[in-house]
């Protein structure tokens, strides 16, 4: 038996010079329980829980920090009489939050962003010891993160079941394979080079197993959200549940062998939609795209919320009023909407993954060339 299994019990300890008058409060007014308390005649400890929590009021111990709270409900405002600060008798502060906020998504700024492999790649480490390249720094005002994500030995990965308070988020393979496990579906699944996944908000997961030097392509919205455990899920799911939808969105796991190709928004280049834009009801799109032949350089501009590109094969010239910027395999950038740009000198072997908000990018032709 280790010493983690002999703990019972946790308790956060709180000063209190009147216990009674505590008690009053912290039972009555916020609905905790008492389960303990001593001596009968005179108390000085006494023990409360309530939401999870272990509470000791102690005498004791009145010189230390009378801490701070945080009680959660998903209606704050009927609580409290809609305070969303109390203070108790012994000093303790309470804030009265909402258990589920309302996702932020900041506006994001009208800037070109470019991101380049060579001799630029900076790499920090993550969660679960995984690489991390950050494709957009400055996350655009916080609205999206890019991520390169780069696992160089593979085996098992030291992942848990987890999910996040998202509103978009992709994953698309670009090197190596990953084997992960996903709630509602009773299989695990391998993702292989251009190969994607939808994970809708709050759908759970855990990643299993990948090959040496895997890497990926993660593009989520908002830049900073929470992730959570869930240590109750076992994956995989006993059985699969076809068409499971999380907050409006559905999982979609494309393989691209599977799949094929059609026109895209540029001519000469044809693409295959990996059917985000379905899965999530337009508000998102992700397709490779591909040189078939000769293509239109001319300048446009998009009117969209977010139009990202990273350059899986070959090179092209992106082009602005800031001049060209040659993009290889490994760069990537993201175009602010009202932004003239075009896509020049296309080697014949480019592909392109390119990601947008909302699916169906609206494009016009940039005036000076209409």
């Known amino acids: 038996m280790s010493e983690i299994d002999l703990i ?19 039972v009555d007014q916020l609905g905790f329980q008492m389960k303990l308390i001593f001596p009968a005649d005179g108390p000085r400890e006494a ?5 999870g929590l272990r509470l000791r009021l102690s005498r004791a111990h009145s010189g230390i920090n009378p801490g701070h709270l945080r009680l959660m409900s998903m ?20 804030d009265i939050v909402d258990a589920d906020p309302p996702q932020v998504i900041p506006e994001p700024p009208a800037e070109l962003v470019i991101q380049r492999l060579a001799g630029e790649a900076s790499w920090g480490t993550g969660r679960a010891g995984m690489q991390y390249r950050d494709l957009i720094p400055g996350r655009l005002n916080g609205s999206f993160i890019g991520s390169h994500i780069r696992i160089l030995n593979g085996g098992p990965v030291p992942d848990y079941v987890h999910f996040h308070k998202i509103r978009f988020q992709m ?25 994607c996944f939808l994970q809708p908000p709050g759908i759970r997961h ?12 993660e593009i989520t919205c908002p830049a900073e959200h929470d992730t959570i455990p869930d240590p109750v899920m076992v994956l995989p799911a006993a059985e699969t549940i076809a068409d499971q939808e999380y907050h409006g969105q559905k999982f979609v796991f494309h393989e691209a062998a599977k799949t094929d190709w059609q026109s895209w928004r ?9 059917g985000i834009g379905a899965a999530t009801g337009g508000l998102a799109g ?28 070959g090179h092209v010239t992106l082009n602005t009023d800031g001049g060209p910027n040659i993009l290889r395999a490994g760069d990537c950038a993201s175009v602010p909407p009202g932004l003239p740009h ?13 990601v947008t908000l909302p699916a169906d990018l609206p494009v016009e032709l940039a005036e000076q060339n209409s």
Request: charged share 25%.
């Open 206 to 217: 855990q990643v299993l197993e990948c090959s040496d030097g895997m890497e990926v392509i």
């Open 286 to 313: 992700a397709r490779v795209a591909r040189r078939v032949g000769n293509h239109d350089e001319r300048a446009r501009c998009h009117l969209g919320e977010f139009a990202f590109m990273f350059v899986l094969h």
């Open 342 to 354: 075009s896509l020049q000198d296309a080697s014949k072997d480019l592909e392109i993954l390119d």
């Open 8 to 26: 019972e019990a946790a308790e956060v300890l709180l000063p209190c010079q009147d216990i009674g008058e505590s008690l009053d409060f912290f």
């Open 75 to 94: 209606e704050p405002t009927k609580i409290a009489g809609g305070k969303q600060r109390l203070r108790a008798p012994n000093g303790t502060l309470i």
């Open 47 to 51: 023990v409360l829980e309530g939401y």
């Open 266 to 274: 540029l001519p000469g280049f044809e693409a295959r939609d990996i």
């Open 171 to 195: 994953i698309f393979c670009y090197k190596g394979w990953v084997k992960v496990a996903y709630e509602a579906q009773s299989e695990t699944m391998t993702m292989r080079p251009g190969d």
